[in-house]
Structure formats: C-alpha cells, structure tokens
C-alpha cells in the first residue's frame, strides 16, 4: 500500500479533500485512457494518479474560498 508522507503535498494551504478529489479525477481518467487504449494495467489507477500527482506531472487548482477553510 502506498503511504506518502502528506506534509510534502499538502503544500500552499492545499486540504486533504481537494487532494482526494484531484486523485480520483486522475484515477478515473487513467483507467479511461487505458480502455481506450486497450492497455492493461500493472498498478492500481489511484496509485499511478497519486505518483503522477507527488511526481508534479499533475497540479492541483484549489478554489481560492476553500484554501482557508
């Protein structure tokens, strides 16, 4: 299982809830370019999306009236 340290991502006041959401909007889109694809995937979709996202090929807008919540 895949266990981030999340101080590192949780970065510019980001919360835990818009980094879930970001992770399974990519997830799903993973899994979509894959059927699309054919391909068949080695990993779990939320893992690639969760590297994809620690590994900055992914960036998280968060909506400037949630940022201080």
């Known amino acids: 299982m895949l266990n981030p ?12 809830y818009s980094l879930v959401i970001a992770t ?6 993973v899994v979509e370019d894959a059927e699309e ?6 990993e779990k979709p939320v893992t690639i999306a969760l590297n994809k ?6 960036e998280i807008e968060e ?4 940022r201080n919540l």
């Open 5 to 16: 340290d999340l101080r590192s991502i949780l970065t510019d006041h980001l919360s835990r």
């Open 24 to 29: 399974a909007k990519l997830a799903r889109r």
């Open 37 to 42: 694809s054919g391909e068949i995937l080695e």
């Open 53 to 58: 996202i620690l590994d900055g090929e992914y």
């Open 63 to 66: 909506p400037e009236e949630i």
